[in-house]
C-alpha cells in the first residue's frame, strides 16, 4: 500500500466517541465468550493476481495477535478487511462480535487502526491532534483537553506538547499516532507494521506502548515483517503466505514445528557448501554458513554430522542454537517473492 493511499483510510475508523475508559472498555453489547476478531474463508483478488485465498482467523480477547509473512503476502489486505476500508470478494468476518459488511458503522466504533505509516497533523501541536481527534468523535472541549492530557502522559509525550508534530522524531511522531487511536478506548487496535523505519531505540519503546495497551484489555492485531517483533509481543502469531495461512501459533510452537535447535554448519569449500544446500533451513552463502533442523541431543548432533559428511572433509566447525522465528519464516514461506504493490493497489 502506498503513503498516499493509506494515510487518508487509516483514519477513518478513529472516529469514535472517547470516555475515560481504557482501551479495551466493553460497550453494552460486548460478548465476553466472542472472539475479538474471527474471519473465515477470506478471499480477495485484483485482477488476475489472487491476494487472499481462504484465510481463517480467529483471536481472542485481550491478546496481541501477530499476522507474519513476506512482502505482498496478504497481511495490509487482510487488515483493510477486517477494518472495513475493503470488501472481501468472499468469506465473511466478525469484530468485537459485530460483522464486518452488515455492522460496518458498530465495527468501527470498536476498532481503531494505525497504518504502516504516521499520519498525525505535521502543522498541529501534539496536544493539537489529540484533540481534535477527541472533537471529531463527539467530546465536548472540557473532555477532549482532559484526554489529551491523559494520553500525552500515558506516552511520554507532554514535555513536547506544545511543539508542532512536523519537530516531532520518527519514533515520537509513531507514538502521537498510536496515541491518536486510543483516543477513543478502542476494543481492537489494529497495528499495520508500526515499527517500519524506526531506530532500535524507538521500536523498543513503542514495544513497551503496546505491551501497556495489550495489559490494559484491549486485543491488538499486529501485522509486521519483523520477526523479532512477532516473538517478542505476540501471544499467539499467524504465518500468511501468497494468501493463505500456512502456520499458526504461539512462538514456541511454530519454533518448536521446524526444529527445536539449529546446527550451523561452516563449509570448507563453495562445493561442499552447494552440496547440502537443500537440507538447509538457513543459508548464508557469504560465509559458507548452513542451518540444519535438530532436536539438540548430542546423539542427534553426531547423528547428522557422519550423515552430511562421513567422510569428515566438507564441515570447518559447527555450533548449535536454538531456532528462531526467522528459521520458521524462512522454512514456511518458500515462495517467491511478489511485487508489494499486487497486494494493495493505489486505487482502492
Do not use: C
Not at 279 to 300: I, N, Q
Request: proline content about 5%; hydrophobic content about 40%.
Amino acid at each position: 500500500m502506498t503513503p498516499s493511499s493509506q494515510e487518508p483510510t487509516a483514519r477513518e475508523p478513529r472516529a469514535q466517541k472517547p470516555g475515560a475508559q481504557e482501551p479495551g472498555a466493553q460497550d453494552p453489547h460486548h460478548h465476553p465468550s466472542r472472539p475479538a476478531v474471527e474471519a473465515t474463508a477470506l478471499r480477495k483478488s485484483y485482477g488476475d493476481v489472487r491476494v487472499l485465498d481462504g484465510v481463517d482467523l480467529r483471536v481472542d480477547r485481550g491478546t496481541v495477535f501477530s499476522l507474519l509473512g513476506p512482502n505482498g503476502a496478504g497481511k495490509t489486505t487482510t487488515i483493510r478487511i477486517l477494518a472495513t476500508l475493503t470488501t472481501a470478494d468472499g468469506g465473511h468476518a466478525r469484530i468485537a462480535g459485530h460483522d464486518v459488511v452488515a455492522e460496518r458503522a458498530a465495527v468501527r466504533r470498536a476498532i481503531s487502526l494505525t497504518g504502516q505509516f504516521a499520519a498525525v497533523d505535521e502543522m498541529q501541536t501534539g496536544e493539537e491532534n489529540l484533540r481534535m481527534m477527541a472533537r471529531l468523535g463527539g467530546a465536548s472541549r472540557a473532555a477532549a483537553r482532559r484526554r489529551a492530557a491523559e494520553l500525552l502522559e500515558r506516552f511520554d509525550l507532554t514535555p513536547a506538547a506544545g511543539r508542532l508534530a512536523r519537530t516531532y522524531s520518527g519514533g515520537m511522531r509513531r507514538r502521537l499516532d498510536l496515541a491518536a487511536g486510543l483516543v477513543g478506548s478502542p476494543e481492537v487496535i489494529f497495528l499495520d507494521e508500526p515499527t517500519t523505519g524506526l531506530d532500535p531505540r524507538s521500536r523498543q519503546q513503542l514495544w513497551q506502548v503496546v505491551r501497556e495497551v495489550s495489559a490494559g484489555g484491549a486485543t491488538v492485531f499486529l501485522t509486521t515483517q519483523y520477526l523479532e517483533e512477532a516473538d517478542q509481543l505476540a501471544d499467539r502469531i499467524a504465518v500468511i503466505d501468497s494468501g493463505r495461512i500456512v502456520a499458526e501459533g504461539t512462538a514456541h510452537e511454530l519454533k518448536s514445528r521446524v526444529a527445536g535447535h539449529r546446527l550451523d554448519l561452516v563449509l570448507t569449500s563453495r562445493d561442499a557448501y552447494e552440496r547440502h544446500t537443500a537440507h538447509a533451513v538457513h543459508r548464508s552463502p557469504e560465509t559458507l554458513t548452513l542451518g540444519l533442523p535438530t532436536d539438540g541431543t548430542a546423539a542427534h548432533v553426531r547423528a547428522l554430522l557422519d550423515e552430511l559428511d562421513p567422510d569428515r572433509g566438507d564441515v570447518a566447525r559447527f555450533s548449535l542454537h536454538t531456532a528462531t522465528l526467522d528459521d520458521v519464516f524462512l522454512t514456511l514461506t518458500r515462495t517467491a517473492p511478489r511485487d508489494a504493490t499486487a497486494e494493495e493497489p493505489t486505487h482502492v
